[in-house]
């Protein structure tokens, strides 16, 4: 391996490694604008220049690959004078808008002008304008403070995967445009933001919302998805303001999704703060005391087999607990969290998974993917497999139905149709891909919902297990068995055995019975607009959520529950990993933490209340029940065993599988920059009168 000294320290570095990357495992500062360690070297800002012996002038470190024997000077005169010269140069038509900028307290060229730069300018020349570029509804543009560090350029390409961003003209004309004037057409436009080193993109539903050094941060993780991506929750009194991403290299690395990133404005809408009464088919207001003892009237005398509970996508592992304790204090089977009616074994852990860690996703050479919608459903693990196609030496398949051609996956893949029948040839290995599956070193198959809750999602289900177990995608040191689930709260769900017990019904089952009358109390945990309000109608319906949807304009009682963003609460993620939420800020009003109001719940109606009145003692309950809780941000390997079923396939074919990203929850369903985004930014044809909103 060669060595460098920097600064009169010299160390030993692989292969291939460039200065700025050996200077920084030394702790020695390299400003830089265009270079970002996830993104293509572009060697364009000359902002990392430094002094190397010998050489006729200063290199740019950041492209400058490291050779034995080479002596770097970072600090000297000529280094300080070249770097006060480029600054000169990027300030020249620099406009003097900093005390209105959205990237103040945050900006790169701020920060390093203010350590670098030479506090005057040489130059008295008008500035150049640059007209502003519309680039959606989630990004505002200010072109004339752009330096042309083409980091927006290069993410778009390689992590966006689309190439929607590129420069235009040359010299003094230079611009960054997207093509046709289009707005930026992905799922991670936000991330364009961030990686921005000066105000040229900025966030247009933050615009002018508050400061950085105003805002108080919260370290949690995001639940509109069940990837679980690490975030920074940022209030300003009683409002979240925004969120950003938190560094996580096992699952969302430095990015995030629109959705993650700005379906908060809708935490302070439409939100559930004091319970309610339905007396005379009109809800009232009501305390808390009113609407436990309407329970309670309900409830008595009632039989455990006419009591059933459903909980939510959003729902925490805590008050999944409590629900489940209470249903089993009334004497009910009937409780259930899987609401798509996927056919899910849940006989092992490793059978329900996405066993593969998110991050191992790189060392994948085959994917085949069965009626998983990836790019929609989980965008960090998209994001991962582009990631591992430019890498090369990766292959993929997809069966599944159609995709919205402005939305596929952003890397190639054979596609296999939308007959799921090809299942028998693979695992025959008379496909034409059965080949190059066999000899991947280390494939995998990732299994979505929209097979699953197929009338043949058991067989499919089996079908897919048997060739992960003959194509040898599950072995001692690798699991490339995945299912793919779309809700934060499945996992976690399914964990804590949220599931019918013995004699108990699945949701679908729960309604129909409500609907013949053998159903007579249901409870919806934060269950919206999964359930039938005309095949539930005449049960007696408690709704405890945070939002006021569907759930809860067809509900008898109303229990405002906490978001996300207002508890402390426990999530499992789609890789198994044990995740936690942190207040952020207070719930409105009377609103409480949901197993917080289950406990109170149940010393009303049970004879013996539930056993815990702290938050730890819930978290003991959870230990219990599954010892997995007791790990916290591990991946722990799963048990895996066959997944067997008599089923049979079926000739059905699939379904077209549309972009359904934006308003797949309540919370997003309820904000406005979720709307906005459907409107234009999906196509008319693929979306619905119940996505796009009344």
Same mark, same amino acid.
């Given at each position: ?87 000169e140069f990027l300030l020249m038509n620099h406009p003097l808008d900093c005390p209105i900028c959205d990237q103040g307290g945050e900006c790169d060229l701020q920060d390093i002008t ?66 046709? $004037?289009? @707005?930026?057409?992905?799922? /991670?436009? !936000?991330? =364009?933001? +961030?990686?921005?080193?000066?105000? *040229? &993109? ?30 920074s929750v940022q209030t300003f009194g009683m409002k979240v303001r925004r969120i950003l991403p938190r560094l996580h290299e096992g699952i969302n690395e430095e990015w995030i999704s ?44 009632? $039989?455990? @087999?006419?009591?059933?509970? /459903?909980? !939510?996508? =959003?729902? +925490?592992?805590?008050?999944?607990? *409590? &629900? ?263 719930p409105p009003g009377e609103a409480k933490e949901d197993w917080r109001i289950l406990r109170a719940l149940s010393a009303v109606v049970l004879d013996n209340p539930l056993p815990y ?82």
């Open positions: 391996m060669p060595k460098i000294t920097i600064d009169g320290r010299t160390i030993e570095v692989e292969s291939g490694t460039t200065v700025l990357q050996a200077a920084r495992s030394l702790e020695t500062e390299i400003p830089v604008f265009c270079y970002h360690e996830r993104l293509d070297v572009a060697g364009n800002c000359r902002m990392c220049l430094v002094e190397q012996e010998n050489a006729p002038k200063p290199i740019a470190s950041c492209a400058m690959p490291v050779m034995d024997g080479m002596v770097i000077h970072t600090n000297t005169e000529k280094v300080r004078k070249a770097r006060e010269g480029v600054l203010m350590s670098y730069g030479r506090g005057e300018s040489r130059y008295d020349y008008a500035k150049r304008a640059v007209p502003e570029k519309y680039m959606g509804p989630l990004i505002k543009t200010f072109m004339t403070r752009c330096i042309h560090c083409t980091r927006c350029v290069r993410f778009a390409d390689r992590v966006g995967g689309k190439a929607e961003l590129g420069g235009i003209a040359r010299g003094e004309n230079a611009e960054i445009t997207t093509y046709l $004037d289009a @707005s930026v057409k992905t799922e /991670l436009s !936000g991330n =364009l933001v +961030d990686i921005c080193p000066v105000g *040229a &993109l900025t966030s247009r539903p933050y615009s002018y919302q508050g400061r950085p050094w105003e805002l108080r941060k919260t370290n949690s993780i995001d639940v509109h998805d069940a990837v679980g991506s690490n975030i629109d959705k993650t990133r700005h379906a908060c404005d809708a935490l302070a809408l439409q939100r559930l703060d004091r319970p309610y009464i339905r007396e005379k088919g009109k809800l009232r207001p009501a305390t808390f005391e009113e609407a436990f003892a309407k329970i309670s009237e309900k409830l008595k005398g009632s $039989d455990g @087999s006419k009591i059933a509970a /459903l909980a !939510g996508d =959003l729902a +925490d592992c805590e008050a999944m607990i *409590a &629900l489940k304790d209470l249903m089993l204090g009334l004497g009910s089977p009937h409780f259930d969290c899987v609401l798509e009616g996927a056919a899910l074994s849940t006989k092992t852990r490793g059978q329900y998974l996405f066993n593969t860690p998110i991050a191992d996703l790189e060392k994948t050479d085959f994917a085949l993917i069965i009626g998983a919608n990836i790019r929609a459903d989980a965008s960090m693990v998209h994001t991962r497999l582009r990631k591992r196609y430019l890498e090369g030496g990766f292959k993929a398949a997809y069966l599944g139905g159609v995709l919205d051609s402005d939305r596929d996956f952003t890397f190639a893949y054979d596609d296999l149709g939308n007959d799921v029948t090809v299942l028998e040839a693979i695992l025959a290995g008379k496909h034409s891909i059965s080949k190059a599956l066999k000899k991947a070193k280390s494939p995998v198959i990732i299994v979505g919902y929209d097979a699953l809750k197929r009338a043949d999602g058991p067989a499919i289900l089996t079908k897919a297990s048997e060739i992960a177990e003959s194509y040898g995608m599950i072995r001692e040191e690798w699991n490339g068995f995945n299912i793919l689930h779309k809700a934060a709260s499945r996992v976690g769900g399914l964990d804590v055995g949220f599931i019918p017990q013995a004699g108990g019904m699945t949701k679908d089952k729960i309604e129909s019975a409500c609907e013949n009358g053998d159903i007579t109390f249901l409870y919806l945990l934060g269950v919206d607009n999964e359930i039938c309000p005309t095949k539930t109608k005449s049960a007696f319906k408690v709704y405890q959520g945070h939002h006021g949807d569907l759930g809860a304009h067809n509900a008898d009682v109303i229990l405002p529950g906490a978001a996300y963003t207002e508890k402390d609460a426990t999530y499992v993620n789609l890789e198994g990993r044990v995740q936690q939420t942190y207040l952020a800020l207070n009145d702290t938050l730890a003692q819930v978290r003991e309950r959870l230990q219990e029940v599954n010892p997995i809780f007791k790990t916290l941000d591990e991946i722990v390997p799963a048990q895996w065993k066959p997944i067997t079923s008599k089923a049979a396939l079926k000739t059905t074919k699939f379904a077209p599988s549309p972009f359904d990203f934006y308003r797949t929850n309540v919370i997003a369903g309820t904000s406005p920059t979720m709307a906005k985004c459907v409107q234009e930014l999906c196509r008319p044809s693929t979306l619905t009168q119940e996505k796009i909103g009344a």
